[in-house]
T-cell receptor, first 113, second 113 residues
Framework: DTAVSQTPKYLVTQMGNDKSIKCEQN?????MYWYKQDSKKFLKIMFS???????INETVPNRFSPKSPDKAHLNLHINSLELGDSAVYFC????????????FGPGTRLTVT | QKEVEQNSGPLSVPEGAIASLNCTYS??????FFWYRQYSGKSPELIMS????GDKEDGRFTAQLNKASQYVSLLIRDSQPSDSATYLC?????????????FGSGTRLSIRP
């Protein structure tokens, strides 16, 4: 069974559209994350939720809105897509405790044309 | 100064040799350190975590941490072609949520037969 899953794997859309990416984890973790990896492969955190509560909110345009219906799911909605939003978006999760080791989903490659 | 710095490489190592990957971080007081491996087109995969000064060994991998020098390294013994990947160093900075980790830009490792 896949521990952290994301859908869709690929997303191609036009500028100005609104799209959503979904993430689910079956590890029983309390904390989930969204990361963006750009064309230079730099991996940068965007948001984090702990038990449905937003705990990390980096400097991200407010066109990006995360939603966590329960602790096993974290979705990312993006409004008014721009060319610069093209990237790979990774979901991750971690358990509680000192280590906070994070486990990543397979990624969603978003291409905005 | 970047928070987490790595040499981008590529680092070319002959098969069977020891590959040494280095990482420095800027925030003194950081407590948690991670090494991830990322194959091209895939998601980051956790290899090692280390929290105390010294060495931590897991199979062919050894992580080394020196908090006084703000330096963490990863040694890969008996390098195999399958070790060819980008290796990401990640650090939990002291001023942030315990779950937040900052990634370096990665070192691309190539194992030549």
């Amino acid at each position: 069974d896949t521990a952290v899953s994301q859908t869709p794997k690929y997303l191609v859309t036009q500028m100005g559209n609104d799209k959503s990416i979904k993430c689910e984890q079956n590890l029983g973790h309390d904390t989930m994350y969204w990361y963006k990896q750009d064309s230079k492969k730099f991996l940068k955190i965007m948001f984090s939720y702990n038990n449905k509560e937003l705990i990390i909110n980096e400097t991200v345009p407010n066109r990006f809105s995360p939603k966590s219906p329960d602790k096993a799911h974290l979705n990312l909605h993006i409004n008014s897509l721009e060319l610069g939003d093209s990237a790979v978006y990774f979901c991750a999760s971690s358990g509680d405790g000192y280590s906070y080791e994070q486990y990543f989903g397979p990624g969603t490659r978003l291409t905005v044309t | 100064q970047k928070e987490v710095e790595q040499n981008s490489g590529p680092l070319s190592v002959p098969e069977g040799a020891i590959a040494s990957l280095n990482c420095t971080y800027s925030d003194r007081g950081s407590q948690s350190f991670f090494w991830y491996r990322q194959y091209s087109g895939k998601s980051p995969e956790l290899i090692m975590s280390i929290y105390s000064n010294g060495d931590k060994e897991d199979g062919r991998f050894t992580a080394q941490l020196n908090k006084a020098s703000q330096y963490v390294s990863l040694l890969i013994r008996d390098s195999q072609p399958s070790d060819s990947a980008t290796y990401l160093c990640a650090v939990n900075p002291p001023y942030s949520s315990a779950s937040k980790i900052i990634f370096g830009s990665g070192t691309r490792l190539s194992i030549r037969p």
